[in-house]
């Protein structure tokens, strides 16, 4: 996390004491640094120039408009998964030939939107989903470009719940049938079969399992005799949340490029969570610690799971850091939040300076699939969203007030 960093103490965005930041915004609040934003777009750009992707940035990492914004601007597409990603991705003026539309479950409505605006192509997840395009494309009168999404069947070291290249999970469609389509495509008078599309997880850290999945396809392609024009090689490059090794883009490139290079194929990327996981953090506030029967402390903190899901839903780890640094000695905490639910913490048994109330810690590593999957779970208004860009703090998002957890909601007049 290049642009956290502690000084004289303290723990600054770039030059920007937080101990400043909570003074103006209140805790729960999410913090981005444009600058690590862009520096992390840029590794994957020099890393794989010698073939020219199309990076798509996967908005479901962190659809904030402003963040969006700055990546199309920056040159990148958009890897979207829904309606409401589509409406996000042309607010913030992506070209509809820069954006690829992924899913297993995209509605009528939704494919009849995104034809119509011309998206570059949909990534195919089943046949069903083809037919619904080729019959909704011939009702519009257009011709529409697919890649089929083909699950290999390779299986990633990552957690099971992001794991989504093995033949268990629902996403993709096997070798067998996708041949069946490329070898039948009159069936499909208003599709074209343009590329191939795979992605085998999320949070991959090593490179092996990248090489095994595009031999792979690669084998179908020579093997069927198969013509695409498109690679879309998904996402999933991990990134570091605790000690653990992750791939730099340099080492995912050298592993990819190669297999690649020599193909007459246009190459696309979806990453999110590099680009964006640390670019961001959580701030929160000590609101008491707790010491339990057994002795355990508890430090409650005026986040909870439901706008940081991650450790709940997948036992994920972050660092956690004292916003102002303190030499005492280490205790071990469960650093929990106010939601009714025993799985509402962001760690368990963490070794931290000694904690006191009033103070603000900060949720490392937390630029990703940390708003986008906040709730209002227990009627909590969602946090603000920050951003950090030459010098200053601007808001990218108000957090949410009362009033905003009962907009659309009514009293049926019989109940009053």
């Not at 934003?37 to 994957?44: L, Q, T, V």
């Not at 699939?369 to 200053?392: D, H, I, K, Q, V």
Request: aromatic fraction near 10%.
């Amino acid at each position: 996390m290049r642009e956290f960093n502690y000084k004289n103490g303290t723990l600054c965005c770039g030059d920007i004491s937080l101990t400043e930041v909570v003074k103006e915004y209140p805790t729960p609040v999410y913090l981005y640094s444009y600058d690590a934003i862009m520096w992390h777009f840029r590794k994957i750009q020099e890393a794989f120039k010698e073939v020219d992707p199309l990076i798509c940035f996967s908005m479901k990492s962190n659809s904030n408009l402003s963040i969006c914004k700055a990546l199309v601007n920056a040159g990148a597409g958009l890897d979207i998964v829904s309606g409401g990603e589509l409406y996000k991705a042309l607010k913030v003026g992506c070209s509809p030939k820069k954006i690829v539309y992924a899913s297993v479950g995209k509605t009528e409505e939704e494919v009849k939107i995104a034809v119509g605006k011309g998206i570059l192509f949909f990534n195919v997840e089943s046949l069903p989903e083809l037919i619904m395009i080729d019959t909704i494309a011939g009702r519009l009168k257009k011709k529409v470009k697919v890649a089929l999404r083909i699950n290999p069947d390779v299986k990633a070291d990552t957690h099971d719940y992001i794991t989504t290249g093995t033949k268990e999970k629902k996403f993709g469609i096997d070798f067998k049938t996708a041949e069946d389509i490329f070898d039948n495509p009159n069936k499909y008078p208003h599709v074209l079969l343009k590329g191939i599309h795979v992605h085998i997880g999320s949070q991959i850290t090593d490179t092996a399992p990248f090489s095994t999945c595009i031999r792979k396809i690669l084998d179908f392609v020579d093997n069927s005799n198969i013509e695409i024009e498109w690679l879309n090689l998904g996402g999933g490059f991990g990134i570091v949340y605790g000690d653990e090794k992750a791939a730099t883009a340099e080492e995912f490139a050298k592993a990819i490029v190669p297999l690649v290079k020599n193909r007459s194929l246009k190459l696309i990327l979806e990453p999110g969570r590099f680009i964006m996981g640390n670019s961001g953090i959580l701030v929160s506030k000590v609101i008491y610690v707790k010491i339990g029967s057994t002795g355990k402390k508890f430090a409650i903190v005026d986040a909870g799971m439901n706008d940081l899901l991650r450790p709940s839903l997948y036992n994920a780890y972050h660092k956690i850091l004292p916003i102002v640094e303190r030499q005492s000695k280490k205790e071990k905490y469960d650093i929990v939040g106010p939601i009714c639910e025993s799985g509402d913490y962001f760690a368990l048994d963490r070794e931290l300076p000694e904690l006191i109330a009033g103070e603000y810690i900060a949720v490392m590593s937390a630029g990703a699939y940390g708003f986008t999957m906040a709730s209002n779970y227990n009627s909590r208004p969602r946090p603000a969203e920050l951003l950090a860009a030459n010098g200053e703090i601007r808001v990218i998002r108000s957090a949410e007030t009362y009033r905003d957890l009962i907009r659309g909601e009514k009293i049926l007049k019989e109940m009053k």
